[in-house]
């Protein structure tokens, strides 16, 4: 399991801010916030997830900041 912080936002501002354990950043904000999530889109309430996993140097190129919004939220 890898750990991540899940910050809830609205616009650029943090509104809340989570800590989860999960398999993958999707996971992670679904534990977070108990509701399911999909891609952010543009919305402006929406859900920033960091991978805060230590990784081996050199840094892979994956990202380590993922965009989410829950499902059902309006935008």
Do not use: C, N
Not at 15 to 38: C, D, I, M, W
């Amino acid at each position: 399991m890898k750990t991540y912080r899940v910050e809830e936002m609205d616009g650029e501002a943090v509104v809340a801010v989570h800590s989860a354990e999960a398999k993958t950043p999707f996971e992670a904000a679904e534990k977070a916030l108990g509701r399911k999530v999909t891609l952010r889109g543009g919305a402006d309430r929406w859900v920033r997830v960091v991978d805060l996993t230590e990784r081996p140097r050199p840094v892979r190129l994956r990202p380590a900041i993922f965009e989410f919004k829950a499902i059902g939220q309006r935008e």
